[in-house]
């Protein structure tokens, strides 16, 4: 069975990799196939896709070339591929697949709030259109993946979308891992942090939904009364500057930038925190749950899904308020780590596993091909 999978680059972020761990956990019965759309960015796992030795299409359009190119362009790959399936994510990913949903089932996974995440990236009221103009084409296509039960209620509850299936994101265990001690003290030492030091960790976005200040404002107080505690920061963002003013020099708290060795980070931590305003099902979350990092976060849906799933593990605190998050983080380190970490790391081989997640995504091919012959 051929599958085609659309979406707009191979950026390193979140989407590009539960891609990725969809396509190299395939069966050798599917035969992938993937359409790229626009000219892949600095930072891209391009690479990492031609390993798998799969067919990819690049097209290379701009966003107005786009708009103009790419359905023909698309569709001619789709009369001479003859996919069984078509697969997409993202806006023009899920706009364009929707085309063909006449002709065969496509699939549309969905990873986001649209009306949260269009109208803080690009304004509320072009966010608010390009989230109206995705409802529409998921509403043509023979199944939409959330991934999350918080997402698929969102879809149901704002758009009406009542028959979307949850598929939760997958983390890759074998490269996301939790470290021995002896591991832990190497990589400490590599990134000159004391084996003493209580460390939390926690990601900058490249914009506020992130919320990152709320982070280093609770941090600023809590720091300043543990002493051997250190707060690590990894990405960039708009926000790491009013980050740095906040800290004003305190060396306890540490911002790396981006790094492509983000497991490295996660394995000489003790903790995680995300602030976060908005996510789908966040791989950063898995990735450190996968690490066995206890975790501590905003109450936002799929947060609450996370600690629904993993109440031993991780707390949440109110979103917005770095006083309840200073009170959370004065409440979390009462409770012995080892035990968290314990049940974290129970909870992600059971619900998360990035295996199960592209067996999932198998085996509803299946289902999908046999109710259109």
């Known amino acids: 069975m051929k599958v085609l999978y659309i979406t707009s680059t191979l950026k390193k972020a979140g989407p590009t990799s539960q891609l990725y761990y969809i396509l190299s956990n395939l069966a050798e019965n599917i035969t992938p196939v993937l359409i790229t759309l ?5 930072q891209s796992r391009l690479a990492d896709f031609e390993m798998l030795g799969i067919r990819i299409y690049q ?7 786009g708009l103009f190119l790419a359905q023909k362009k698309v569709q001619a790959i789709v009369e001479s591929e003859k996919p069984r399936v078509i697969h997409s994510q993202g806006y023009r990913g899920d706009l364009l697949a929707s085309n063909f949903a006449k002709l065969l089932p496509v699939v549309c996974t969905v990873r986001n709030f649209p009306q949260l995440d269009f109208a ?9 259109g390009m989230a109206y103009r995705q409802s529409l084409a998921l509403r043509k296509v023979a199944c939409v993946c959330a991934v999350s039960d918080a997402v698929n209620n969102n879809l149901e509850q704002t758009y009406d979308i ?12 074998e490269k996301f891992y939790r470290a021995n001690i002896k591991q832990k003290t190497s990589l400490r030492k590599q990134y000159g942090i004391s084996e003493k030091n209580r460390v939390w960790i926690s990601s900058l976005g490249k914009d506020s939904r992130k919320n990152s200040v709320t982070v280093a404002t609770a941090f600023k107080r809590f720091l300043t009364k543990n002493p ?5 920061f990894i990405g960039d963002g708009l926000q790491r500057d009013e980050c740095e003013k906040i800290a004003a020099g305190n060396q306890q708290f540490k911002f790396f930038g981006k790094v492509s060795n983000v497991s490295d980070y996660l394995q000489m931590a003790d903790y995680f925190v995300s602030a976060s305003r908005a996510e789908g099902m966040p791989n950063a979350v898995l990735e450190a749950m996968a690490c066995g990092l206890p975790s501590i976060l905003s109450d936002i849906a799929p947060h609450n899904e996370i600690h629904s799933l993993n109440p031993d593990g991780c707390i949440v605190f109110e979103t917005e308020s770095h006083n ?3 009170d959370k983080l004065v409440e979390l380190v009462k409770v012995e780590q080892n035990y968290m970490a314990d049940a974290t790391f129970v909870v992600v081989n059971e619900h998360f596993s990035s295996k199960a997640m592209s067996t999932n ?11 259109y012959e």
């Open 324 to 326: 309840d998050l200073y």
């Open 228 to 232: 051997e505690d250190m707060l690590i």
């Open 361 to 371: 995504y198998q085996q509803l091919y299946r289902e999908l091909v046999q109710k």
């Open 120 to 128: 803080m990236t690009y304004g509320r009221f072009i966010g608010r």
């Open 38 to 42: 626009s000219p892949e960015p600095t």
């Open 162 to 173: 009542t028959d979307a299936v949850t598929v939760l994101n997958g983390v890759d265990t």
């Open 59 to 65: 097209l290379k359009l701009s966003r107005i070339e």
